[in-house]
């Protein structure tokens, strides 16, 4: 089928053959192959299973397809067997043949080794990864008969520009990057700008420690990404759109070149998209490494090719961006979500997640939790359902400390906020962030001033090092948590932490510096506790800290 | 084509000004000097040194006033004593980032870092300081670069690019341990692309880059950018 | 104050060149002055051995060192009611804490200035005190209630927080002080 151009009525044609083609088989076996399970053996397992269905001859009626991230990665590699949705937890080689004779041949799942945390999912509301562990990501066909596409297909058959931003305005979306600025509004500004040609930019740079969405998302389902670019191409009046991924994600990189290619070849990309008159070119650019380079006017500076150093803004990109062209930039995730806005329309959007903060999003759950993984919520579910819920709670019988929201610039918010709703406005109020998503949860065994200090010195390393605030004042903060680590600190030093962490939160430049505090600004607000100990009794309870003392 | 004014109140005072002028601009022309250390007239507006930021009524945010462009109505306060507060902290951060030891340094009494430490009553340095032992380099027949006196404001980098365009200069490691570099980061000595024409030293606020052996009052000149470009588009 | 009435004042000589003792001096008649307000209690230019009790304002020199000024500005701090940072090496470590940059520095200066530099009989001197790891300014170690920068700082300004202290009021060293 590649290399066929298509026209707009073929979408409908190629979904049809693909349905058919896949009714074929009895059995679907989507193995999940994300950057999360080939560490495992993935691979191995998937070789195992394409070698097993052919040995029991069952292989006629039996896909075993590579898919995307299925959402459980603490249990990897994960096996997802359709018609059932039976997950199959921690599959081996081994364990492949045993699978594939009771399930398939027998038609008895095997129960030992079925994933059983049914929560994990119930609470799910699964939108961005709707397609994620149940499509080959390296089949455009796979897309296209779960109806892809045919959100594009619609906009050029049927809406005007305006009508695509009328409807993501609707909606409510707001861009998931972590600032959360609505996303039709930026649309707007960007479709009235009078200055050719404009761009588009997709975020894929995905710095944070222990985040991981956006790669699964890349992963699992690239065209997703692509479509909404395409139908924001259309609704803005742009031409050209970059991919900025960083370069620490090969397989994502080859997913989205393979999945570019592919469009390409079936006039998805390029001039006349579905022999309209719509012309849209994608490139992926790579990011070398730089947390700042998430922000979004220093990826355009390292799509231009400089140092990804942030601008002042205003002038806001959707005015002057790329080379000073109107250039609109959206995290992966924001454009996940277009077609199916596209599709449903704007209300039916809004029916998800709350009234301010409409849809859902994914988070990356990592820390001391008994099911971390990547999970997408609606909008408005409390920390307890995610954490406890969802994630299982915090293993080994050891009490729940804090949850840090946000990734590295994130807050640490203690147990008495954990009613608290998740949306851009009440994480705000309590001192953490939506940020890329990232959730950490800490047991009773770690040391705020210690959590506070790392995340410190991750953006004291990370820092640009173009404004002052936070090139020479993190690097400051990171000193005094030294000395109160290391038994020196003084009782000062709990009001020079507090007054440079709201200089810094309000003078720096650009989001890397005005949200890098909020991890001491929020331990402090909310564990000040702790620093007295470490200050004061020269103590640490979680033993973390004090650590060069002792080896002196 | 005429070009639009803009009335704004800066401090209070009702002010005219031609349309697109910075709010650091448009206060100097009516003699509201606001402090700054990376801007420099002539060259393009860096926004890095925190300094210059200013209060806009109905805005909880701060703006740098050498990039934030005036508009009709706006009422602009630059020397609240939050801003003075914060042009302290900005100050002090600098100064503790690096070895600045005034008495021992070319630029003493010549130095804008010093002159803004003064004027704002900046007595001490509440953080403890860093001792940095950055790279000292003096090969070059007249120009020294001391990079622990640099406080990363960029202003040799871009009077290198933007007036004596051969960008010589720039910048390698981020954060930090950001420093100024000569072309792939060589000696100055060893720089093919340098022309000597000293620019770097004259718009230097600070004593980081320097001409050995001459007076640093005889080599300052800030309104050097400033001065070409006139000239330059003088028909 | 005790019952004569008058401000008992200190001095104290750390690790600096005493530029900035010579700079009060300075104060040259205004000195007659301030002799009616103020006692010296304690200073290098005074014959007196034992920091006193119950000292009003200690103006210190000088960066701290070596241990046994760590000590010497303990016990200052514990007698004054006002400390004051006299010039650039106690506001911000000045000259003597150039050393800091080099790693271990209270071992590499001694080498360099007793054995690698010595033109006859290189010996390590034992006689001296412990040298802190890093020269400080003084703040870093106690509490001090006021700075004035300079090197030296000028008479006038040592005049002006002096004469401003003994009316009662906070001196403002806004566009005043001169930072190095």
């Known amino acids: 089928m590649e290399g066929l151009k298509l026209k707009l009525d073929d979408l409908q044609r190629v979904a049809e053959h693909e349905v058919d083609f896949q009714r074929a088989y009895k059995y679907r076996i989507n193995v999940c192959c994300s950057s999360g399970c080939v560490p495992f053996g993935a691979l191995k397992v998937l070789k195992a299973f394409e070698d097993a269905v052919k040995e029991f001859g069952v292989d006629k009626e039996c896909k075993v397809a590579r898919t995307g991230c299925i959402g459980t990665c603490s249990v990897g590699p994960a096996v997802l067997i359709e018609p059932g949705d039976y997950l199959y937890q921690s599959v081996t080689p081994e364990k492949v043949r045993e699978i594939v004779r009771d399930h398939i041949v027998l038609g008895l799942p095997v129960k030992d080794m079925l994933y059983k945390n049914q929560a994990y999912f119930q609470k799910q509301h699964r939108l961005v990864l709707r397609n994620a562990g149940k499509i080959d990501p390296s089949r455009i066909e796979d897309y296209i008969s779960a109806g892809g596409y045919s959100a594009l297909a619609k906009c050029l058959a049927t809406m005007t520009s305006q009508g695509v931003i009328y409807e993501v305005r609707t909606s409510g979306l707001r861009g998931r990057g972590g600032a959360g600025f609505s996303t039709g509004q930026k649309w707007g500004l960007v479709a009235r700008a009078q200055n050719f040609p404009k761009y588009i930019v997709a975020n894929l740079d995905e710095g944070d420690p222990g985040v991981f969405a956006n790669r699964t998302l890349a992963e699992a389902d690239p065209h997703a990404i692509i479509e909404g670019m395409l139908i924001a191409a259309y609704a803005v009046g742009a031409q050209k759109g970059y991919i900025y991924i960083r370069s620490e994600y090969p397989l994502a990189i080859q997913t989205l070149q393979k999945a570019i290619a592919q469009a390409k070849a079936m006039s998805l990309l390029g001039d006349n998209i579905l022999e309209m008159s719509f012309k849209f070119d994608l490139e992926l650019r790579f990011g070398a490494g730089a947390f700042v380079a998430g922000e979004e006017t220093a990826i355009l500076a390292s799509v231009e090719g400089q140092r990804a150093m942030p601008r002042p803004r205003p002038p806001y990109p959707a005015n002057s961006g790329l080379w000073k062209k109107p250039t609109l930039i959206q995290n992966v995730e924001t454009l996940a979500n277009i077609p199916l806005i596209v599709q449903n329309g704007g209300l039916w959007f809004t029916k998800i997640g709350t009234s301010k903060c409409t849809g859902t999003k994914c988070f990356s759950l990592t820390g001391q939790i008994n099911n971390p993984g990547l999970i997408e919520v609606p909008m408005g579910i409390s920390l307890r359902e995610v954490v406890f819920d969802i994630g299982g709670g915090v293993p080994d019988g050891r009490k729940f400390k804090a949850v840090l929201v946000g990734g590295p610039s994130g807050g640490c918010l203690p147990d008495t906020l954990l009613e608290l709703p998740i949306d851009y406005d009440s994480l705000t109020k309590v001192g953490a962030i939506m940020g890329s998503g990232g959730i950490v949860v800490l047991d009773d065994q770690s040391c705020m001033v210690d959590t506070a200090k790392f995340f410190t010195e991750f953006c004291v390393d990370e820092s640009c090092g173009k404004c002052t605030p936070c090139r020479a004042g993190l690097a400051r903060i990171k000193e005094i948590f030294d000395g109160i680590t290391q038994g020196t600190g003084k009782m000062d030093d709990i009001a020079t932490l507090e007054k440079s962490g709201v200089f810094i939160r309000d003078a720096s430049l650009c989001g890397l510096g005005q949200t890098a505090p909020n991890p001491v600004l929020t331990t402090l607000r909310y564990f000040k506790d702790e620093y007295l100990e470490h200050i004061v009794e020269k103590k640490c309870k979680a033993g973390k800290c004090f650590k060069n003392e002792k080896e002196a | ?235 | 104050m005790t019952t004569t009435g008058k401000v008992r004042v200190a001095t104290i000589w750390l690790s600096g060149c005493s530029g900035c003792h010579m700079s009060f001096l300075d104060q040259d008649e205004r000195l007659i002055d301030l002799a009616q307000k103020i006692q010296l209690v304690y200073s290098p230019i005074a014959d007196i051995k034992q920091f006193p009790e119950n000292v009003d304002v200690t103006l210190i020199e000088g960066a701290l060192a070596n241990e046994e000024q760590l000590a010497m500005l303990k016990t200052a701090r514990a007698r004054s009611k006002i400390l004051i940072s006299l010039g650039d090496c106690a506001v911000t470590g000045n000259v003597t804490a150039l050393r800091n940059a080099w790693h271990r520095s209270d071992q590499e200066v001694l080498e360099r200035a007793y054995l690698d530099k010595s033109d006859l009989n290189p010996q390590r001197p034992d006689q001296v005190p412990k040298l802190l790891v890093k020269a400080r300014p003084l703040h870093e170690a106690v509490k001090v209630d006021f700075f004035i920068p300079g090197c030296p700082p000028s008479a006038d300004l040592i005049n002006y927080v002096l004469t401003e202290l003994l009316a009662g009021r906070t001196p403002n060293m806004e566009g005043r002080s001169k930072y190095g």
């Open chain 2, 1 to 235: 084509m005429s070009i639009g004014t803009v009335k704004l109140k800066i401090d209070g005072v009702e002010v005219t000004v031609p349309e697109g002028t910075m709010i650091l601009k448009a206060a100097k022309d009516n003699g509201i000097i606001i402090p700054t250390l990376c801007s420099l007239e002539g060259l393009t507006a860096y926004g890095g040194c925190r300094i210059c930021l200013v209060e806009i009524s109905g805005s909880p945010k701060l703006f740098p006033a050498c990039i934030t462009s005036v508009s009709t109505g706006m009422a602009v306060t630059t020397n609240s004593e939050k801003l003075k507060e914060y042009r302290k902290m900005a100050v002090q951060m600098l100064l503790a980032e690096r070895t600045h030891i005034c008495s021992v340094c070319v630029a003493d009494e010549h130095c804008e870092l010093q002159d803004m430490a003064n004027q704002l009553g900046v007595d001490h340095v509440m953080f403890e300081r860093n001792w940095s032992r950055d790279e000292i380099d003096s090969t070059h027949d007249f120009l020294v670069i001391d990079r622990n006196r640099c406080i990363l404001c960029t202003r040799c980098i871009r009077v290198c690019d933007q007036i004596e365009g051969v960008h010589t200069l720039d910048l390698k490691l981020r954060g930090k341990d950001s420093q100024v570099i000569m072309d792939l980061d060589e000696h100055w000595a060893n720089s093919c692309s340098c022309t000597s024409c000293r620019k770097c030293a004259k718009v230097c606020p600070v004593g980081a880059i320097y001409i050995e052996g001459e007076p640093i009052g005889h080599t300052k000149r800030k309104d050097i950018a400033e001065f070409i470009l006139t000239r330059r588009n003088r028909k």
